[in-house]
């Protein structure tokens, strides 16, 4: 057996529950997309729902009412704030999922490890085109916001898919109340996704080639059901690490090797003296000075 390390904290300065630290990153997005249609609609009607082909259109777009001042500006420091730690939860699921090699058949586990890279990519992609999608407004760069939105969608797509399955597959016969109301919401939010991406494309394709009045609004209607579908899905991420927190403290660790549990001890720092007066391993290596009277052996 490999070397397994137990790390326990203390002096502990900050503290955040995992599920707070989801609800909350979550909302962001929520809310400031909420504020954005609501200001976009009532004070800048006209603006948010011109259209190329200059059809009858009442549903402003996701990035019509965001690529408008002031909503801008809120939009963008809410994504900002939004994406940034979830690059970190990106690290945090795949350990979790890694964690739970063992409830795999032997058989396929190299098919999981994969499954699960592959996953952890989409998930960092997604995340990167969702906040460049959002700093690079429609009204500012047309075709780099366009092409940064296709890449969204189809991460989006393939990793709420890859994610639902490997959380379906790590899981035990017998799944607890938690973990089964979990994996309810992934696939109901998956599946009104890719139902509303279906409606998208149709409606686009309406509204590009035939221009067909309204068909923009409804264009517009899927892209918010989408993105709430979205956010619906990332945030139950709360019930897999509600009991956790994320923390900044000093870490102890236990070492147990080949089942020799050994005590706990604080590590020091590299080339710093322990509480017993040695040095650490990264000690210095030069030559001592003889003092007076000293014998050198």
Known sequence: MGKVETKKVEDVLLQIPFGKFAVVTVSLPALSLLYCFLTGIIFRFDEVNE???QASNVVPSISAVTGITPGAYVWRICI???STPRFAVGFIY???FKARLSYINPKYRWLYIKLLSL?????TIENACLLSVAMVSNRENYPIHEKIFVVFMIMSCCYMLSNTLIYKWSRTPIMSDIEKKSLRIKWISWTILMAATAGLLYTFVLHRIYCVPFAFSFFSA???VIAYANMAYHVSAYYEFMNKSIMSGDIHQDTDVNGDLKSTEKIPAL???DDRGDRSPGRSLRPRK?????KVQ
């Open 80 to 82: 900002a704030l939004h």
């Open 51 to 53: 259209t190329v082909c």
């Open 222 to 224: 899927f892209e918010y």
């Open 290 to 294: 003889k003092m007076t009277g000293e």
């Open 119 to 123: 996953n952890f990519w989409m998930y």
């Open 94 to 96: 795949y350990n979790y």
């Open 271 to 273: 080339g710093a003296p």
